[in-house]
């Protein structure tokens, strides 16, 4: 009898034993236990509505954390402490945002890459409100539609299902089709989710830009904001203005038409008269080399007033002769007073 009593206690530790090991399996699976070392960081935010100790910390879907403590500081900052694998590098530039695990309200702690340094961040740094973005209350959301559902009465509700009831009926088809080409669209976005993600990031980059700009973008459009208001006041103004400036434009346009043609004509002489002072360029260049002492000449005669003085000596012609040779003809002349020969 002690030989089967001590094989059936052997038979019952061993039978414990796997029991104990399963449990502890089944508990670490479930429970999510984490073994091994791991890196602590932690977080600020402005609100952590349904996030909780233990819940996870993921980064692109991947499980790389759990959330271990939550503590709410004097100035209302939430600050989430949370561990991560030995693998994961976070940045400078990394942002923490607490994500909808499930539809009954789960959370968990989203790490993402955003814009900034790439210096690693060393275990225990915390990232400021400024590279985090805190969870969406959906109880507040759906709570902002209760005075619209207070409104309507029970009677109200069922007179307004009967008209849906009796402007659908008979419209299968139709319906039918709207659902398949919303289903096509549906598709079709689902296809371009990552272009419609990629110009999410921007927007939102694009906003972000805006908001950290707001004093700037405030002044700039209360500036618009008074000039148009100051266009406005002198509307009858510009208007006029614009008028005249097109009356203008009309005198100047007939103005530019009539003096056309004597435009052309003072073209046409000017080129004329280049080509024959290019043609005898000599003489046009002694012409204007005497002409300063000519000039001077002729205002020694009329230093005396208003009048010049003039004596002639000679009075001659000049005719073309034979061969083209000049002949001179004297018709009057005197040898007298200044004319005296010298």
């Given at each position: 009898?002690?030989?089967?009593?001590?094989?059936?206690?052997?038979?019952?530790?061993?039978?414990?034993?796997?029991?104990?090991?399963?449990?502890?399996?089944?508990?670490?699976?479930?429970?999510?236990?984490?073994?091994?070392?791991?890196?602590?960081?932690?977080?600020?935010?402005?609100?952590?509505?349904?996030?909780?100790?233990?819940?996870?910390?993921?980064?692109?879907?991947?499980?790389?954390?759990?959330?271990?403590?939550?503590?709410?500081?004097?100035?209302?900052?939430?600050?989430?402490?949370?561990?991560?694998?030995?693998?994961?590098?976070?940045?400078?530039?990394?942002?923490?945002?607490?994500r909808y695990d499930n539809l009954i309200g789960g959370r968990y702690l989203?790490?993402?890459?955003?814009?900034?340094?790439?210096?690693?961040?060393?275990?225990?740094?915390?990232?400021?409100?400024?590279?985090?973005?805190?969870?969406?209350?959906?109880?507040?959301?759906?709570?902002?539609?209760?005075?619209?559902?207070?409104?309507?009465?029970?009677?109200?509700?069922?007179?307004?299902?009967?008209?849906?009831?009796?402007?659908?009926?008979?419209?299968?088809?139709?319906?039918?089709?709207?659902?398949?080409?919303?289903?096509?669209?549906?598709?079709?976005?689902?296809?371009?989710?990552?272009?419609?993600?990629?110009?999410?990031?921007n927007l939102n980059a694009v906003l972000g830009s805006i908001g950290e700009?707001?004093?700037?973008?405030?002044?700039?459009?209360?500036?618009?904001?008074?000039?148009?208001?100051?266009?406005?006041?002198?509307?009858?103004?510009?208007?006029?203005?614009?008028?005249?400036?097109?009356?203008?434009?009309?005198?100047?346009?007939?103005?530019?038409?009539?003096?056309?043609?004597?435009?052309?004509?003072?073209?046409?002489?000017?080129?004329?008269?280049?080509?024959?002072?290019?043609?005898?360029?000599?003489?046009?260049?002694?012409?204007?080399?005497?002409?300063?002492?000519?000039?001077?000449?002729?205002?020694?005669?009329?230093?005396?007033?208003?009048?010049?003085?003039?004596?002639?000596?000679?009075?001659?012609?000049?005719?073309?002769?034979?061969?083209?040779?000049?002949?001179?003809?004297?018709?009057?002349?005197?040898?007298?007073?200044?004319?005296?020969?010298?």
């Open positions: 009898m002690r030989g089967n009593f001590v094989a059936a206690a052997w038979r019952l530790g061993i039978f414990l034993a796997v029991c104990a090991l399963g449990t502890f399996v089944l508990l670490s699976v479930f429970a999510q236990f984490r073994f091994g070392e791991g890196k602590t960081f932690n977080a600020e935010f402005t609100n952590v509505s349904g996030l909780k100790d233990g819940d996870l910390v993921r980064i692109a879907g991947v499980e790389v954390g759990k959330v271990q403590s939550i503590t709410v500081g004097s100035d209302a900052i939430v600050t989430v402490s949370f561990d991560t694998d030995d693998t994961v590098v976070l940045t400078d530039g990394s942002r923490a945002a607490i989203a790490l993402e890459e955003g814009a900034g340094g790439i210096e690693p961040l060393s275990p225990g740094h915390t990232i400021p409100l400024t590279r985090t973005e805190p969870a969406l209350d959906l109880d507040s959301l759906i709570g902002g539609f209760r005075p619209l559902f207070r409104a309507l009465d029970p009677e109200q509700v069922n007179e307004l299902s009967a008209q849906l009831m009796g402007a659908l009926q008979g419209q299968g088809p139709t319906i039918g089709s709207f659902l398949d080409q919303a289903a096509a669209v549906t598709n079709t976005l689902a296809d371009r989710d990552q272009l419609i993600g990629e110009v999410v990031v700009q707001s004093d700037r973008f405030d002044t700039a459009v209360t500036s618009l904001s008074e000039l148009v208001h100051g266009l406005a006041e002198r509307r009858t103004d510009i208007s006029d203005a614009v008028a005249h400036t097109n009356a203008a434009t009309a005198s100047l346009a007939d103005l530019l038409m009539a003096a056309r043609p004597p435009l052309q004509k003072v073209v046409h002489e000017t080129d004329r008269v280049a080509a024959i002072a290019v043609a005898d360029y000599e003489y046009l260049d002694n012409l204007l080399n005497t002409l300063p002492d000519k000039y001077r000449a002729i205002g020694r005669q009329g230093m005396y007033g208003d009048f010049f003085s003039f004596y002639f000596c000679e009075i001659g012609l000049k005719l073309n002769g034979k061969g083209g040779q000049p002949v001179y003809v004297k018709i009057a002349g005197q040898d007298s007073g200044r004319c005296t020969p010298r």
